[in-house]
């Protein structure tokens, strides 16, 4: 046997226990019968419901809740369930037009179900560690720590030496291929019946793309980019490195090698069908700041890591506490819900080094309100408003 032949020996042996690997973690979720049980329906419907009992279809659902789970469980077992389609609106964030598309919450019910059940064990075994969208653990606050950490170890060993790629997709949801979603389908489920439903959300939102408002959407596009993840840390062999949803940040002591590893994110990007936004995607001197996730970070002569979060986000909040003002002048709202959505922003703005910021914006809101909205006694302001 030649060096060759045992170098493709080897690899067919690992390639099949990869495959029996896939196989089992997908039997372990179940068949369609167990995935899509009633128990598991009535719990991902009582979860859709948490934090918009406010909304009358959703108490209309949860008071009928036995009655509609059992029919969906039926319609599922029957293969009669039908795709009810979208809430379709669109929403201003930042000054940017957002199309969202919200599935009804029967149909929101099963999609949850899937996902939780399904599709996020089977999908989350081949993803990095550092993919911080939409996962349990996970988030906006996990990726900011572990950037931080990334930056006190790359300054602790290197200096400020190296720069840091910041990469960004054009159109993301919009522009989202299906076929490599449907290649991850039928490599990582098992049955039939789980891949015709869980690909039947997908062409529900047309040829190409994926709706905002949907978690099978969200977890979809956790996969999409997978490969590019594994790119970086596998081929590259780079540690710093981690994505939120679209956002990719990779750091390295020598910025010529970033410009390589640019050059092969192309090529992958190319094979996922996914286009780089190149106003976004740069190169940036670690000495430099450098702004991910809409928060500039900036590593002093020390090595402190200094996060500053966005400076639009306060005079949005300024904007809203003048209109909000006037809508509670005319009774359009009350002062419990003004004060909640100030500690919102209070909370958002605390992943930063912010508190001249947030000091400022409580005084302003003291200003037109009378009192601070995070100090002691703002619940007796509260109830003394409600009381007149």
């Known amino acids: 046997m030649t060096s060759e032949e045992r170098r493709e020996a080897r690899y067919q042996r690992r390639k099949a226990k990869r495959d029996e690997a896939r196989l089992r973690r997908s039997k372990e979720c179940g068949d369609f019968d167990e995935v899509f049980s009633f128990r598991h329906l009535y719990l991902s419907g009582k979860k859709c419901c948490k934090g918009v009992y406010w909304k009358n279809s959703t108490q209309r659902y949860i008071g009928n809740i036995i009655p509609i789970i059992a029919k969906t469980h039926r319609e599922l077992q029957n293969g009669t369930f039908k795709h009810r389609g979208f809430h379709a609106f669109t929403i201003m964030e930042r000054g940017k037009k957002r199309y969202i598309r919200s599935v009804h919450i029967t149909e929101r019910a099963v999609q949850k179900c899937l996902c939780d059940y399904c599709l996020v064990p089977i999908y989350s075994a081949c993803f990095i560690y550092d993919n911080s969208a939409s996962l349990k653990h996970r ?14 170890r790359h300054y602790r060993k290197y200096g400020l030496e190296g720069g840091v790629l910041l990469y960004d997709f054009h159109s993301f949801f919009d522009s989202a291929p299906h076929e490599p979603l449907f290649r991850e389908a039928d490599r990582r489920l098992h049955d039939l019946k789980i891949r015709e439903l869980a690909n039947s959300f997908v062409t529900d939102f047309g040829s190409v793309g994926l709706g905002l408002g949907s978690q099978v959407s969200q977890t979809n596009a956790l996969m999409l980019p997978n490969m590019i993840d594994h790119y970086f840390k596998e081929v590259c062999r780079i540690k710093a490195y981690e994505r939120y949803m679209d956002d990719g940040v990779a750091i390295s002591p020598d910025i010529d090698n970033l410009y390589l590893y640019l050059d092969g994110l192309k090529i992958i990007c190319g094979k996922c069908g996914l286009e780089l936004n190149l106003k976004k995607t740069r190169i940036v001197p670690l000495r430099d700041y450098y702004r991910w996730l809409k928060t500039r970070f900036i590593i002093t002569p020390t090595g402190k890591v200094v996060r500053k979060m966005n400076k639009d986000s306060t005079k949005i909040v300024r904007h809203k506490l003048r209109a909000f003002r006037g809508k509670l002048d005319r009774g359009e709202m009350t002062l419990a819900d003004i004060r909640c959505s100030v500690d919102s922003y209070n909370g958002h703005m605390k992943r930063g080094h912010s508190f001249k910021v947030r000091q400022r914006t409580n005084q302003y809101f003291k200003s037109l309100y009378g009192f601070y909205p995070n ?8 109830q003394d408003h409600q009381g007149k």
């Open 375 to 382: 100090k002691k006694g703002w619940e007796t302001h509260v």
């Open 139 to 152: 988030g906006m606050d996990f990726a900011l720590r572990r950037m931080t950490c990334y930056l006190q």
